[in-house]
């Protein structure tokens, strides 16, 4: 460890001080019996491993640093919950049910048939769920997997399909997916355009660039970490509307409750033999998080809240199981924590709106909710993923958008601009600097990393500043309960010592995900990348075919915007025919002109309208500054 980045005496009075808080039961050992009972093996291996060798999840990586104590360089009560995130394996949850958790970011939930297993939630990554279907089908049954239930719309509980069923399965009719009917909608505009928020953002929020250890990643709330490897998709076959549906797959009853939430689209799926009842993400081990810092828009905090208190109807269910985390065990135990969920959940959203009502801002509304003291004290609602400051800013944003009211908020100077009038106000970079030393002396860590940002933002190569930013960042990744902030400040510090990372990146592939779009959906997605000033003056249409298919749609670029519609023209300019494989390398920007003309694919016209098209799109970096603030692609021409 760098000797500056041991924790000062002020991150040890923070963590002191929650270990002495009344509020904190520490010698409640409940959570840990709940996360290992049932235990059936813990696997030994050091890390699973891809095809090629490369290691997509860590197990004595985690282990060899979460068997200690709490160090001084992690809040104790996100350590605990690091320490309960870290119990793996495979688990009978009760007569017929089994869990896989710790093996991934997510949990996979086995019900056994008489003939095979239904499986709710199929991890993120084909090989994270090929080694949960290996550990079942070694040390419970030798059966296939004949359903799988999509809980919801985020990647981590739909992409390791492949690894437990295939498309051919799925085809025959041997297999059955079981998912809402609008859950294909939602996952394209999920990972069509964003693909699950900025994926440098990601990076921030899960510490995917951290070492893991004592001063780097250690967990993120919902898990340990994101695994790498392949995410895949196959079409849901039995859909569930919002009132509701029931299934039977080889005589096991499913009741499947609509149950928006963390995902826009979800379901609460019950096993009434089982009396055991999974709620996707809509409850887990720690505070909802209603807004994610990688980047999405905010979720609907009071249809939230609802999906938790209709999942009460159930009145009979004495096991509750989630996408992460562990069980809760005993119809009371399940009543209780649902009804904290939900009110916790509640609770933020109504006293949000009440301020807000008030006029309160969100940084004021921000800083000043605290949970009722019966709520406050749940382990299971403390803030590691979630937190109250970033949604209370989440549940504003979601009614009344950026803007607070206020005019002088309304217009403000680019980031770069004002941090330089800023700095000049104040009498230059080397008297901020003074202070700024002075306040962290102080251990002012909050408004030193603000103050210094606005240094490196108007002189992104003061290496003084840089290295005192990077210092409080560190400080406030120690104090932090959050594991999503935990990471973000880490990171930011790596960022300001190393700058951006080199090399590729260990990110999931989507491919797969892109290739069960059609035609129109995954050209689309293209729009954003247009580079507008370079389309200026430029008109001109293109028809895209798919090869041995009747899915085809059309591009037109006007007035420097791309459109793309779900039919041919007959008055295009060009029509390309090529394979779906293709066309979703081009949509994730993986492909290009030179990969089309070496290809297979035909372009019948006008084909400088397609070398036109290419020259106008841009390529998206892996990595862009959030930290250090430098110069980014084009900015020059952005802002002249």
């Known amino acids: 460890m760098r000797n500056k980045d041991k924790a000062s005496s002020f991150t040890k009075d923070v963590h002191r001080n929650a270990v002495s808080d009344p509020v904190l039961d520490w010698e409640n050992r409940q959570d840990f019996e709940d996360a290992e009972r049932g235990l059936i093996v813990r696997p030994v291996d050091e890390a699973i491993l891809d095809d090629a060798g490369n290691i997509v999840w860590h197990h004595h990586?985690?282990?060899?640093?979460?068997?200690?104590?709490?160090p001084d360089t992690a809040h104790p009560s996100l350590w605990r919950h690091a320490q309960l995130n870290n119990i793996r394996g495979l688990f009978k949850v009760t007569d017929g049910v089994y869990q896989v958790r710790g093996e991934s970011q997510a949990n996979a939930t086995f019900v056994e048939t008489e003939n095979g297993f239904i499986v709710v939630d199929v991890l993120t990554t084909v090989e994270t769920a090929r080694y949960a279907l290996k550990l079942v089908?070694?040390?419970?049954?030798?059966?296939?997997?004949?359903?799988?239930?999509?809980?919801?719309?985020?990647?981590?509980?739909?992409?390791?399909?492949?690894?437990?069923?295939?498309?051919?399965?799925?085809?025959?009719?041997?297999?059955?997916?079981?998912?809402?009917?609008?859950?294909?909608?939602?996952?394209?505009?999920?990972?069509g355009l964003a693909a699950e928020g900025m994926p440098a953002r990601g990076d921030?929020?899960?510490?995917?660039?951290?070492?893991?250890?004592?001063?780097?990643?250690?967990?993120?709330?919902?898990?340990?970490?994101?695994?790498?490897?392949?995410?895949?998709?196959?079409?849901?076959?039995?859909?569930?509307?919002?009132?509701?549906?029931?299934?039977?797959?080889?005589?096991?009853?499913?009741e499947c409750m609509y149950a928006p939430g963390e995902a826009p689209t979800g379901l609460h799926v019950y096993f009434p033999e089982r009396k055991t009842m999974q709620v996707a993400d809509n409850c887990y081990m720690c505070l909802a998080n209603i807004y994610t810092i990688r980047g999405a828009f905010p979720r609907d905090a009071s249809s939230w809240s609802d999906s938790i208190d209709r999942s009460l109807q159930f009145e009979d269910v004495d096991i509750l199981v989630g996408g992460h985390n562990w069980p809760v065990f005993g119809r009371e135990n399940v009543r209780a924590y649902l009804k904290q969920q939900r009110d916790a959940i509640k609770f933020l959203h109504d006293q949000t709106l009440r301020l807000m009502s008030h006029g309160y801002v969100p940084a004021e509304i921000a800083n000043a909710l605290e949970l009722p003291p019966d709520l406050e004290r749940a382990w299971s609602l403390r803030g590691y993923y979630g937190s109250i400051k970033h949604n209370v800013r989440g549940i504003y944003a979601y009614y009344l958008g950026w803007y607070d009211g206020n005019p002088a908020t309304l217009d403000p100077l680019p980031p770069r601009e004002q941090a330089g009038k800023i700095i000049e106000y104040m009498g230059?970079?080397?008297?901020?600097?003074?202070?700024?030393?002075?306040?962290?002396?102080?251990?002012?860590?909050?408004?030193?990393?603000?103050?210094?940002?606005?240094?490196?933002?108007?002189?992104?190569?003061?290496?003084?500043?840089?290295?005192?930013?990077?210092?409080?960042?560190?400080?406030?990744?120690?104090?932090?309960?959050?594991?999503?902030?935990?990471?973000?400040?880490?990171?930011?510090?790596?960022?300001?010592?190393?700058?951006?990372?080199?090399?590729?990146?260990?990110?999931?592939?989507?491919?797969?995900?892109?290739?069960?779009?059609?035609?129109?959906?995954?050209?689309?997605?293209?729009?954003?990348?247009?580079?507008?000033?370079?389309?200026?003056?430029?008109?001109?249409?293109?028809?895209?075919?798919?090869s041995?298919?009747?899915?085809?749609?059309?591009?037109?670029?006007?007035?420097?915007?791309?459109?793309?519609?779900?039919a041919s023209d007959?008055?295009?300019?060009?029509?390309?025919?090529?394979?779906?494989?293709?066309?979703?390398?081009?949509?994730?920007?993986?492909?290009?002109?030179?990969?089309?003309?070496?290809?297979?694919?035909?372009?019948?016209?006008?084909?400088?309208?397609?070398?036109?098209?290419?020259?106008?799109?841009?390529?998206?970096p892996l990595w862009f500054p959030i930290s250090t603030h430098g110069k980014k692609a084009g900015e020059d021409e952005v802002f002249g």
């Open 61 to 70: 990586a985690f282990e060899n640093c979460l068997c200690n104590e709490a």
């Open 137 to 191: 089908q070694e040390h419970v049954a030798d059966k296939p997997v004949l359903a799988a239930v999509y809980s919801h719309t985020h990647s981590d509980h739909f992409g390791g399909i492949k690894g437990m069923i295939s498309e051919e399965d799925v085809e025959s009719g041997r297999v059955r997916i079981i998912a809402t009917e609008d859950f294909v909608d939602w996952v394209i505009k999920e990972q």
């Open 204 to 254: 921030y929020m899960f510490g995917e660039n951290l070492p893991i250890g004592e001063t780097g990643l250690i967990d993120n709330g919902l898990g340990q970490a994101i695994e790498g490897g392949t995410v895949t998709f196959i079409t849901p076959t039995d859909l569930v509307g919002k009132s509701g549906n029931t299934f039977e797959v080889d005589g096991e009853v499913i």
């Open 428 to 546: 230059g970079a080397d008297a901020v600097m003074k202070r700024a030393q002075e306040d962290f002396d102080s251990g002012a860590y909050r408004w030193v990393v603000h103050i210094l940002d606005q240094v490196v933002w108007a002189e992104p190569d003061n290496g003084e500043a840089r290295e005192l930013l990077a210092r409080a960042h560190t400080q406030l990744g120690y104090q932090t309960e959050n594991a999503t902030w935990r990471n973000a400040y880490l990171s930011a510090a790596q960022e300001l010592r190393h700058g951006l990372p080199e090399g590729s990146k260990n990110h999931r592939n989507m491919r797969d995900v892109m290739k069960g779009m059609d035609a129109v959906s995954l050209i689309g997605s293209m729009s954003i990348r247009l580079n507008g000033p370079k389309a200026n003056g430029q008109s001109f249409t293109i028809n895209w075919k798919v």
């Open 548 to 566: 041995g298919t009747d899915d085809e749609c059309s591009t037109e670029v006007t007035n420097s915007v791309f459109h793309a519609r779900p």
């Open 570 to 620: 007959p008055e295009a300019d060009a029509t390309v025919t090529l394979s779906r494989e293709l066309l979703s390398q081009l949509a994730l920007g993986e492909a290009g002109e030179d990969e089309l003309r070496n290809s297979e694919a035909t372009i019948a016209g006008d084909e400088r309208v397609v070398t036109r098209l290419f020259e106008m799109l841009d390529t998206f």
